[in-house]
């Protein structure tokens, strides 16, 4: 009996909750305006927008067994009246150049030609230019992005928290050294333009990155930028080192300019924002305050512990106020591992920048997407950003992949 | 009577409940001691209100794996996942710990709160039943 009034119950209020739920208001800097434009995709991940204004996005789970979907403009209106539907592979990553689309699954990178009226020319039948990478499932998501000399660049998340020999557990020490590092925990770059490629074939570009989920090309000093997801369970499987408050802000979540060749120090280490320093990893017999890795980079900046940075985008537009061009945004998709702490992030960022250098504080410049405030399980979020992606126009695109929102953003005061 | 009407009558049935099963656990030792094992050793990754991560975390909730047999849940909590696992249609990953460490006492009165609170009431498991299981990992 107890068990039915449960069912019943739980029934009721996921009805409830549904019913409840009303459109989000976008809260943005004065003079800006968000504008629904596609809903109810479901996973959408990473987006792009193609010169002509066609929006593409790819999905994590596919709808009606298609992958990546297209929405078009055709009558100038304003409103997407036309969906193109395919590709058959859930994914991340989504790029254009070149004449082409590029989109990634969890283990490969297709292409697709288009054709004058850019239209993929045969949907069914891309080019699979890279394949095999790895993916074990945790961190496995592909992201991609285009240098626009021939390569495209994709994170290979590391399938492990912090690379011990069981991965998760309590107590177990950190493999010395990280032999993951071999085919992950880092970017590949590879050509644009060659057929099944694989990690032979690659270059690691850069190392020590435990898993980058968005990744930028920066058109204004000609190098690439990424954000890193840092590593959880300091304060779970290190009560008397890290405190519930510490080990929900740390480690920082970091934003780092990769040049060729760079390593970022995962495994070994972590950027402490509060200290500013690479402390050592307690699996590699850190205490919270020894430093380690001195060849590591140190990021651009560190974002409170676990808000989870997933998409990256430098704003190359004019419509936006001068301060925004060669800046950075970055889309938060909000923490699970800062309990017993509210849950934070499930925003997206703004970082001044001139030639790819940080000029100021970050500051928050889209909230609003949980809906209901603070919330405690990042399940409550009612939107939790995911995507980013610049229009002709100079307006910027946010996905969102809890309910498969995707907004314009436009300034609107001259 | 209105929808509305049927529904906040089964609303505030649901709250009389709530507060009834509340007012229970606060007198119970072992779903005290385990409320506070969960805080501490669960809620993390399960998330205070066991509805796991989207992705990431599978939930306690409205699963079998919480509700039904109880040496496959002891047996978990015991050995940790290293292998992907469906819950309610959708695969996870993320591998669990093994929480060995914990003494039988602290297991089954861990599991009797998760049990209780976030598989509709199912039975409680006892620290015979846990040391049964124990006595069956392999070395």
Redesign the interface.
């Known amino acids: 009996m107890?068990?039915l009034?449960?069912?019943?119950?739980?029934g009721?209020?996921q009805s409830?909750a549904a019913w409840t739920q009303t459109p989000v208001t976008l809260k943005l800097p004065e003079g800006f305006e968000a504008t629904q434009v596609a809903a109810n995709w479901g996973r959408v991940r990473h987006i792009a927008v193609h010169p002509n204004g066609d929006l593409y996005m790819k999905l994590?789970r596919l709808k009606q067994g298609n992958g990546i979907i297209r929405l078009r403009d055709t009558n100038g209106d304003g409103v997407y009246d036309d969906t193109l539907q395919f590709g058959n592979y859930p994914g991340t990553g989504i790029a254009l150049g070149g004449g082409y689309l590029y989109a990634s699954s969890n283990q490969a990178i297709y292409r697709y030609k288009l054709n004058a009226q850019q239209d993929p020319i045969d949907p069914n039948n891309p080019e699979r230019i890279v394949q095999g990478l790895v993916d074990?499932?945790?961190h496995?998501s592909k992201s991609i992005t285009l240098d626009g000399k021939g390569h495209v660049y994709v994170n290979i998340g590391a399938p492990s928290n912090v690379c011990q020999v069981?991965?998760?557990?309590?107590g177990s020490p950190g493999m010395m050294p990280c032999t993951l590092l071999d085919s992950a925990g880092g970017i590949w770059q590879f050509r644009m333009d060659k057929i099944d490629q694989s990690y032979a074939e690659g270059v690691r570009y850069a190392t020590g990155l435990r898993n980058v989920v968005g990744l930028d090309w920066n058109p204004f000093v000609q190098d690439l930028f990424v954000t890193v997801h840092g590593r959880d369970?300091l304060?779970?499987h290190y009560p008397e080192l890290y405190d519930a408050k510490l080990g929900a802000e740390l480690p920082a979540e970091t934003f780092y300019r990769i040049p060729k060749g760079a390593d970022g120090g995962w495994p070994y280490v972590y950027w402490d924002q509060f200290q500013k320093k690479k402390i050592l990893s307690p699996e590699y017999g850190g205490d919270g305050k020894k430093e380690g890795a001195p060849g590591a980079m140190e990021p651009l900046m560190g974002f409170p512990g676990h808000l989870a940075p997933n998409a990256l985008l430098f704003y190359q537009g004019n419509q936006f106020p001068a301060q925004y061009r060669e800046g950075a945004f970055i889309a938060f998709h909000g923490s699970?591992?800062r309990?017993?702490e509210i849950q934070e992030g499930f925003y997206v960022v703004f970082v001044p920048m001139k030639g790819g250098k940080v000029t100021g504080d970050w500051e928050i410049f889209a909230d609003g997407f949980t809906g209901k405030g603070k919330v405690?399980?990042?399940?409550d979020a009612q939107h939790r950003p995911c995507g980013l992606a610049m229009g002709p126009d100079g307006s910027i695109y946010v996905s969102d992949d809890?309910r498969g929102m995707v907004w314009k953003i436009e300034y609107k005061r001259k | 009577m209105s929808r509305v009407g049927i529904q906040l009558t089964f609303l505030v049935w649901g709250l009389v409940l709530v507060a009834e099963i509340s007012a229970q656990q606060e007198k119970n030792p072992v779903l005290l001691r385990g409320a506070a094992l969960y805080q501490k050793h669960c809620a993390a990754c399960h998330q205070a209100d066991g509805k796991g991560v989207t992705r990431l975390i599978p939930p306690l909730v409205g699963t079998d794996y919480v509700s039904g047999d109880k040496s496959r849940l002891i047996r978990i909590l015991l050995q940790g996942l290293n292998e992907p696992i469906v819950v309610q249609e959708e695969e996870y990953y993320s591998p669990m710990a093994s929480f060995q460490y914990l003494s039988d006492i602290e297991s089954a009165d861990v599991l009797t709160y998760i049990r209780t609170r976030f598989g509709g009431g199912a039975s409680p498991v006892s620290v015979k039943e846990v040391q049964q299981q124990r006595k069956k990992l392999p070395k």
């Open positions: 107890r068990t009034f449960f069912v019943v119950l739980t009721l209020f409830f994590e074990k499932g945790q496995a069981r991965d998760r557990f309590q369970m304060h779970q699970w591992n309990s017993p405690s399980n990042p399940r809890a």
